[in-house]
């Protein structure tokens, strides 16, 4: 089976982050999506859907310290099902994200003071100083005769 999420939105909430016995650290927020439509009566709506997320290890630390509540990301991660039984004895259940993958959208001046455009931040990747540019891969000759290509 085939389980992936692919969200963007802005946080509704600061990062909550805590860390376990073994010293992982786990951030826990929620982000906002949202979607414009006309209704058949050609009015214009918006849907917004609230989806709690949960970022780990060294994602959780990145998150916690560069955002925070209306910060744009995008995360990417697996759909999970958590169930529990609240101080009422009532079960409880909810769906939300466990990320896997996560990128800082939007202007920098939205994460700090300073006024220039920024390219979109994985934490996967640190920031790294700027390179010269890349010089394109030279594609190497190959001699097939047109008869061994099966299409």
């Not at 990301?73 to 996560?102: P, Y």
């Amino acid at each position: 089976m085939y389980n992936k999420v692919i969200l963007v939105g802005n946080l509704t909430r600061d990062i909550e982050l805590k860390y376990t016995g073994t010293g992982m650290a786990i951030a826990k927020t929620a982000i906002a999506t949202n979607r414009r439509f006309k209704t058949q009566a050609g009015e214009q709506k918006e849907e917004v859907c609230f989806i709690d997320i949960t970022l780990f290890g060294r994602a959780a630390e990145i998150a916690n310290q560069y955002l925070s509540k209306g910060s744009k990301v995008l995360v990417e991660g697996r759909l999970i099902f958590e169930q529990w039984t609240d101080q009422s004895g009532n079960k409880r259940s909810k769906h939300s994200v466990a990320v896997d993958n996560m990128q800082m959208l939007g202007r920098s001046e939205d994460r700090s003071s300073s006024t220039s455009y920024e390219k979109p931040a994985s934490y996967a990747q640190p920031a790294q100083a700027k390179e010269a540019p890349a010089k394109e891969p030279e594609i190497p000759e190959i001699d097939i005769d047109e008869d061994e290509i099966p299409f």
